[in-house]
């Protein structure tokens, strides 16, 4: 099957950017759209933010909304996470997910992910 892996996490200072990514191995990779999701210690998995792989609308929860950019790169099999303006509420293990057409904004609407990428920002 297709693995995803995660890089591009590490420790920042509150207002601080990083920028995530993500790549699928293998050439017959073809998800409807990727998606990322993050879970702090103690919490559920949440969603973050969506892509559809095609037609390329994106899709933010109200969180992370005008401070988190999701874009990908089809012929790289890449998708990306730019998070500007980060604070400690941030501070999670961010994940990549390959989804299906349904089910956008919840872990069950996807069916691949990656290992994770520690994202940690101090006060």
């Known amino acids: 099957q297709v693995q995803l892996v995660e890089s591009g996490g590490g420790l920042v200072q509150a207002g601080d950017s990083l920028r995530l990514s993500c790549a699928a191995s293998?050439?017959?990779?073809?998800?409807?759209?990727m998606g990322w999701f993050r879970q702090a210690p103690g919490k559920e998995r949440e969603f973050v933010a969506a892509?559809?792989?095609?037609?390329?609308?994106?899709y933010y929860a109200d969180s992370v909304k005008g401070r988190f950019t999701i874009s990908r790169d089809n012929a790289k099999n890449t998708v990306y996470l730019r998070m500007n303006g980060l604070n400690p509420e941030d501070t999670a293990v961010y994940y990549c997910?390959?989804?299906?057409?349904?089910?956008?904004?919840?872990?069950?609407?996807?069916?691949?992910w990656g290992q994770g990428t520690q994202v940690t920002v101090s006060s």
């Open positions: 997910a390959a989804g299906s057409g349904a089910g956008i904004f919840r872990p069950q609407g996807y069916y691949n």
């Open positions: 892509i559809n792989w095609s037609d390329g609308n994106t």
């Open positions: 293998g050439r017959t990779f073809s998800p409807y759209r």
